[in-house]
């Protein structure tokens, strides 16, 4: 079982940065896939950023503001966000994804709100 400690979320005014972070712990395990959705009240869950081994990518609306990174020897993914706005409000669920798996583990999720 993928163990997770998420950090980082908070309140924050618009134009402000948060950085998030989210280790998961498995040992003898590489994650390929890691990364970040988010969902918003009365929303679906979407993707915000994801990294493939060292490939990333990014959801159209946070392009330019979010950057995604992940340290393999700790198991930990981060999300720096900045120039954040109002619309980027939600729970952020970072995810994990085993080399050679289909299978998504998530993390419990941390609350982000951008409001003046």
């Known amino acids: 079982q993928v163990q997770f400690v998420e950090s980082g979320g908070g309140l924050v005014q618009p134009g402000g940065s948060l950085r998030l972070s989210c280790a998961a712990s498995?040992?003898?395990?590489?994650?390929?896939?890691m990364g970040w959705y988010r969902q918003a009240p009365g929303s679906q869950r979407d993707l915000v950023a994801m990294v493939n081994g060292g490939s990333p990518n990014y959801a159209d609306g946070v392009k330019g503001r979010f950057t995604i990174s992940r340290d393999n020897g700790k198991n930990t993914v981060y999300l720096q966000m900045d120039s954040l706005k109002p619309e980027d409000t939600a729970i952020y669920y970072c995810?994990?994804?085993?080399?050679?798996?289909?299978?998504?583990?998530w993390g419990q999720g941390t609350q982000v709100t951008v409001s003046s």
């Open positions: 498995e040992s003898g395990v590489y994650f390929y896939s």
């Open positions: 995810f994990v994804r085993p080399f050679g798996s289909n299978t998504n583990y």
